[in-house]
């Protein structure tokens, strides 16, 4: 099975702060890679997808990187609207989640 | 509008039975795969089953599997997940998705439902 390991679990930043969460891959997943958020006591919304692909909707400020097996989300200018859980989602084979990343207000 | 609403969540005692279902909307849902994800209480998100839009094909988590069985009624655009044995762990929220590309149930998923909660306790 491919392990999906994410860092850092909890992040802590301010408003208007550039965020990078990386997504690990056990092996490679070439671009197969999805982003998504999630607010408590909502459903996980999508955000990027192939890697790199902004979901259509979602502020630019999202962008995404990485191939094989090291990836990246990165928040150009936190907003408010932000502080969340995020999590990455291979799609290569078998669905698996990594254990998500905190962005809480610093 | 595509949408997903989840029902039949509630209390249950371990050892016990319940059935979920997923009524779709604003889609050709025979055409697509799904999926169902639960998130234990302040955990990850975690597969838990698939099938196949024709219904032919199902997968299962392992933590599941000989436990749990999907199933899609296509003429009522309706998923189902039947969930036996059920134990403490399994107390969670669980969510329908639909993935982006219909033919494999492994893809990302562009579409989710709101969640029913199961908790499994005496």
């Known amino acids: 099975d491919i392990q999906m390991t994410q860092s850092p679990s909890t992040l802590s930043a301010s408003v208007g702060d550039r965020v990078t969460i990386t997504c690990r891959a056990s092996q490679s997943i070439s671009s197969w890679l999805a982003w998504y958020q999630q607010k408590p006591g909502k459903a996980p919304k999508l955000l990027i997808y192939k890697a790199s692909s902004l979901e259509s909707g979602v502020p630019s400020r999202f962008s995404g990187s990485g191939s094989g097996t090291e990836f990246t989300l990165t928040i150009s200018s936190l907003q408010p609207d932000d502080f969340a859980t995020y999590y990455c989602?291979?799609?290569?084979?078998?669905?698996?989640f990594g254990q998500g990343t905190k962005v809480e207000i610093k | 509008e595509v949408q997903l609403v989840e029902s039949g969540g509630g209390l249950v005692q371990p050892g016990g039975s319940l059935r979920l279902s997923c009524a779709a909307s604003g889609f050709t849902f025979s055409s697509y795969a799904m999926s169902w994800v639960r998130q234990a209480p302040g955990k990850g998100l975690e597969w838990v089953s698939a099938i196949s839009g024709s219904g032919g094909s199902t997968y299962y988590a392992d933590s599941v599997k000989g436990r749990f069985t999907i199933s899609r009624d296509n003429s009522k655009n309706t998923l189902y997940l039947q969930m036996n044995s059920l134990r403490a762990e399994d107390t969670a929220v669980y969510y329908c998705?639909?993935?982006?590309?219909?033919?494999?149930?492994?893809?990302?998923?562009?579409?989710w439902g709101k969640g029913t909660t199961v908790t499994v306790s005496s």
């Open positions: 998705a639909k993935p982006s590309n219909g033919h494999y149930y492994y893809y990302y998923m562009d579409v």
């Open positions: 989602q291979q799609y290569n084979s078998y669905p698996k």
